[in-house]
């Protein structure tokens, strides 16, 4: 994240030079208010100028060690603050190695559909770098159809992969021209729980990797017919052991729910107004950084 051409120039250098990266990304899609109001996100693209001056930078800094530097961005703030062609445009010009289009508006936030007619219109647009797209990869078969409809180079996954990662291997095999395999049973998605669950563990250390799995649980289950009280259990879990035990006490054979695969993982809110930064609408040329820009604001988008 970040707004400032020089601010991000030197945290991608930073990253660079400890060698703890292999591909920088910059978010220019996440709407949420916290972010957005400090001109950060889905906002910056709103500054044309300041945009490019924040991808030069990276790019900058991260070419002497080879490092590409990516961008994702969404559609614009809304219907009447249109900004992905020029964005995209503007990416291909500045030496971006790829770029991502979640084709919703900030102001869509997660809600409706996806616009994938926006990817084809960048896609046609932008010809020298890939584009790939974003929005609405529940399953391997809505990714092949996105490339067919729109001839975009890939996607980007979100929140289709949440308690889902087997959802990358049904990609790989849906572009490889094999046949998708069956949505798992219960035990199989419960065997990944608690690699995942101990994963964390191992990484974070016990107390905080398991509570750092708890949001993980329910998206995991979903279109499992286990149960709120399950649900519940799994999300209030306290060590590894409690979570063998309940995984224990469930049935193994159990399928998922006819239609499970599309049901909505993660983030459902919107339509939501876009705050920005007091009269930032009134130059997009204005190459002024927004005030507060250095605040740390993590988010997703």
Same mark, same amino acid.
């Given at each position: 994240y970040g707004s400032d051409p020089e601010f991000v120039g030197k945290a991608v250098r930073a990253?660079? +030079?400890?060698?703890?990266?292999? =591909?920088?990304?910059? *978010?220019f899609g996440c709407p949420a208010t916290k972010v957005t109001r400090k001109g950060g996100g889905a906002a910056v693209p709103v500054k044309r100028n300041l945009?490019?001056?924040?991808? #030069? #930078?990276?790019v900058k800094a991260a070419e002497p060690f080879?490092? !590409?530097?990516?961008?994702? $961005?969404?559609i614009g703030i809304d219907d009447d603050i249109v900004t992905f062609i020029e964005t995209g445009l503007a990416a291909e010009q500045e030496g971006l190695a790829m770029i991502a289009l979640h084709a919703r508006t900030a102001e869509q936030h997660y809600a409706? =559909?996806?616009?994938? %007619?926006a990817i084809a219109q960048l896609k046609r647009e932008v010809r020298t770098i890939p584009v790939l797209g974003n929005g609405d990869i529940w399953e391997a078969k809505d990714a092949v159809q996105m490339m067919q409809q729109t001839g975009c180079d890939g996607v980007v996954v979100g929140r289709g992969c949440l308690g889902k990662p087997w959802l990358f291997r049904d990609l790989v095999d849906a572009f490889s021209?094999? +046949?998708i395999q069956q949505s798992p049973d219960l035990g199989f998605v419960l065997d990944v729980m608690l690699e995942h669950a101990e994963g964390l563990m191992s990484i974070m250390g016990p107390e905080f990797g398991i509570r750092n799995f708890r949001k993980h649980a329910g998206w995991y289950l979903t279109g499992y !017919?286990?149960? !709120? +009280?399950?649900?519940?259990? $799994?999300?209030?879990?306290?060590t590894h052991s409690d979570m063998q035990a309940l995984a224990s006490r469930l049935d193994r054979s159990m399928r998922l729910v006819e239609g499970g695969e599309r049901l909505t993982r993660g983030h459902t809110n919107g339509p939501i107004k876009v705050v920005l !930064? +007091?009269?930032y609408?009134? *130059?997009?040329?204005?190459?002024?950084?927004? %005030? %507060?820009?250095?605040?740390a604001a993590l988010s997703g988008g």
């Amino acid at each position: 994240y970040g707004s400032d051409p020089e601010f991000v120039g030197k945290a991608v250098r930073a990253l660079c +030079e400890q060698d703890i990266a292999d =591909h920088i990304d910059m *978010n220019f899609g996440c709407p949420a208010t916290k972010v957005t109001r400090k001109g950060g996100g889905a906002a910056v693209p709103v500054k044309r100028n300041l945009t490019r001056a924040i991808m #030069a #930078a990276a790019v900058k800094a991260a070419e002497p060690f080879g490092v !590409p530097v990516t961008c994702k $961005f969404r559609i614009g703030i809304d219907d009447d603050i249109v900004t992905f062609i020029e964005t995209g445009l503007a990416a291909e010009q500045e030496g971006l190695a790829m770029i991502a289009l979640h084709a919703r508006t900030a102001e869509q936030h997660y809600a409706g =559909h996806a616009r994938w %007619d926006a990817i084809a219109q960048l896609k046609r647009e932008v010809r020298t770098i890939p584009v790939l797209g974003n929005g609405d990869i529940w399953e391997a078969k809505d990714a092949v159809q996105m490339m067919q409809q729109t001839g975009c180079d890939g996607v980007v996954v979100g929140r289709g992969c949440l308690g889902k990662p087997w959802l990358f291997r049904d990609l790989v095999d849906a572009f490889s021209g094999r +046949e998708i395999q069956q949505s798992p049973d219960l035990g199989f998605v419960l065997d990944v729980m608690l690699e995942h669950a101990e994963g964390l563990m191992s990484i974070m250390g016990p107390e905080f990797g398991i509570r750092n799995f708890r949001k993980h649980a329910g998206w995991y289950l979903t279109g499992y !017919p286990v149960g !709120p +009280e399950t649900r519940r259990a $799994f999300s209030t879990v306290a060590t590894h052991s409690d979570m063998q035990a309940l995984a224990s006490r469930l049935d193994r054979s159990m399928r998922l729910v006819e239609g499970g695969e599309r049901l909505t993982r993660g983030h459902t809110n919107g339509p939501i107004k876009v705050v920005l !930064p +007091e009269g930032y609408l009134q *130059n997009r040329d204005d190459m002024t950084v927004p %005030d %507060d820009d250095k605040v740390a604001a993590l988010s997703g988008g």
